[in-house]
């Protein structure tokens, strides 16, 4: 994504580091987060990422660093303007709803009380209530209240109560985590369908690289409270920067061997050359090739150069999932359901996908 101009460069965020007594939850991150962007912070628990997100929400001063939102200091270990008084909203795991007020009720709340409301939605507040509920379906659940509501419909109230007064920014923090699998694929595009119409920034902390890869404009990885990688999903997904990032998002094979200029040697296939496909400068310095499990695919050829035993079988309907042990070594391999089966315990030849990769002999 190209870097657009100053006057949408809607958050800085510099040097920021957060301490708990001794432990480090955040070291030295550095971010920016442009207008109208989907930004999907990604990583395990314990990685910062909620830190991260309650430092952008003002509910906590950094212990060093600084965030800027819109030219303006809000939080340095000096100062810190409360989340009332930035242009945000907000979406929990929970929902976070009130139950003793109607789906009406909860999005009217932030039109009467929210510090930035535009002097046209508060003109005419039901007006813009009836528009966010048709915006999310709830045209007609207006009278309920949360009890009487789904799940979805639970989650549905809670993003239309936080952008109910068109925020600049939309901080959710794992809100789809909470519901079942059918229902979290059903709100992905509820909120891709949001992000469009309100074209408000988005900050989206997840540890689901599913949910990451398939809404963000843009995907911070984080680890051990720093930033192991921003990119595009599709840069993260097929240029992983590092070994976190390739084994974390897609769960990558690591093979290791040696560089030499535009080559790779694999070390269990020395007879082998694999041409650069992008490798970063970390991975080649360690002596790595990224595989992805669908870049490999599986033959009956006892000549190939590498050699494997499968060890588990994984049917996935369109894919089946193979566990192959190579010297020792514990490779996944995704292939297609129209593909050779194999079984636990045959012989298998390993090769990489020449639209993948070229595969040259020495």
Known sequence: MGKKGDEEQMIQVHQLTKNYGSFTALQSVDLQINKGEFVAILGPSGCGKTTLLKLLAGFMKPTDG?????HQIVASKKQLIPPEKRNIGMVFQSFALWPHMTVYEHIQFPLLHHHYVAKELKAD?????????????????ADRYPAELSGGQKQRVA????????????LMDEPLS???????????????????????????VTHDQGEA????????????????????????????????????VGKCNLVKGTWEKDFFIPEKAPYEKWLDTGVSVPLKKKGIYPVRPEQWQLTNNS?????????????QGKE???TVEVENETWTIHESVHSLRYSIGDQVGLTIKTNECELLTV
């Not at 000549?303 to 049917?315: K, N, P």
């Open 66 to 70: 600084e965030i800027e939102m819109d």
């Open 303 to 315: 000549h190939s150069a590498l050699q494997g035993t499968i060890t588990f079988v994984q049917y």
């Open 213 to 248: 890869l398939a809404m963000a404009d843009k995907i911070v990885v984080m680890n051990n409270g720093t930033i192991e990688q921003v990119a595009s999903p599709e840069i993260i997904y097929s240029r992983p920067e590092t070994e976190f990032v390739a084994t974390f």
């Open 178 to 204: 909470a519901l079942d699998v059918e229902l979290r694929m059903e709100m992905r595009k509820e909120i891709q369908n949001i992000h469009r119409k309100t074209e408000a920034s988005i900050v989206y």
């Open 125 to 141: 507040v039901d007006r813009r209530v009836r528009d966010v509920l048709k915006l999310v379906g709830l045209t007609e659940m």
């Open 320 to 322: 089946i999932h193979y």
């Open 159 to 170: 993003f239309a109560r936080a952008v109910a007064p068109l925020p600049h920014l939309l």
